[in-house]
């Protein structure tokens, strides 16, 4: 049996076929972008992006990357340079802002999987006070 290796960025920066066509990166993107785009466009599964949603697709993992870089800086330098903020917390934030309004638009979010239908419906079984601790009254 032949042992693969991991798949080049090339290789993963076409997949996901929506209707005829396959949801591509742009070819020209860094190849951390197509990975990110790779990887966002199969586990949302079949059917989930249109063709024309490729860019948007693309914004959302370029914002991941320069998120994930911007957190590297900030570990290795720390949250303060020279008796100023970090210029990386900026980035980091604006960064972390596009990702989640793409990820909303994407239908990427939790809160965009949510059936607004069931939503609701579900009985509570209590505050989690009251799952962990049994219902039990302290006071009494």
Same mark, same amino acid.
């Given at each position: 049996?032949?042992? #693969?290796?991991?798949?080049?960025? @090339?290789?993963? @920066?076409?997949?996901?076929?929506?209707?005829?066509? =396959? =949801?591509?990166? #742009?070819?020209?993107?860094?190849?951390?972008?197509?990975?990110?785009?790779? &990887?966002?466009? *199969?586990?949302?599964?079949?059917?989930?992006? &249109?063709? *024309?949603?490729?860019?948007?697709? !693309?914004?959302?993992?370029?914002?991941?990357?320069?998120?994930?870089?911007?957190?590297?800086?900030?570990? !290795? !330098?720390?949250? $303060?340079?020279?008796? &100023?903020?970090?210029?990386? +917390?900026?980035?980091?934030?604006?960064?972390? &802002?596009?990702? $989640? @309004?793409? *990820?909303? #638009?994407? #239908?990427?979010?939790? +809160?965009?999987?949510?059936?607004?239908?069931?939503?609701?419906?579900?009985?509570?079984?209590? *505050?989690?006070?009251?799952?962990?601790?049994?219902?039990? /009254? /302290? +006071?009494?």
């Amino acid at each position: 049996m032949q042992k #693969r290796g991991r798949p080049s960025s @090339a290789s993963l @920066a076409v997949i996901a076929p929506t209707g005829d066509r =396959l =949801l591509r990166c #742009r070819p020209d993107a860094p190849d951390e972008v197509k990975a990110v785009f790779a &990887r966002i466009v *199969s586990d949302a599964g079949a059917g989930h992006f &249109r063709a *024309s949603d490729a860019d948007l697709v !693309e914004q959302y993992a370029a914002s991941i990357v320069l998120a994930r870089d911007a957190y590297a800086k900030l570990d !290795e !330098e720390g949250p $303060v340079v020279a008796g &100023r903020i970090n210029p990386g +917390q900026t980035v980091l934030e604006k960064a972390n &802002r596009a990702s $989640v @309004a793409l *990820s909303m #638009r994407l #239908r990427l979010a939790p +809160q965009s999987r949510m059936d607004r239908k069931k939503a609701g419906t579900a009985r509570s079984s209590g *505050s989690a006070y009251d799952v962990i601790h049994g219902g039990e /009254d /302290d +006071q009494g």
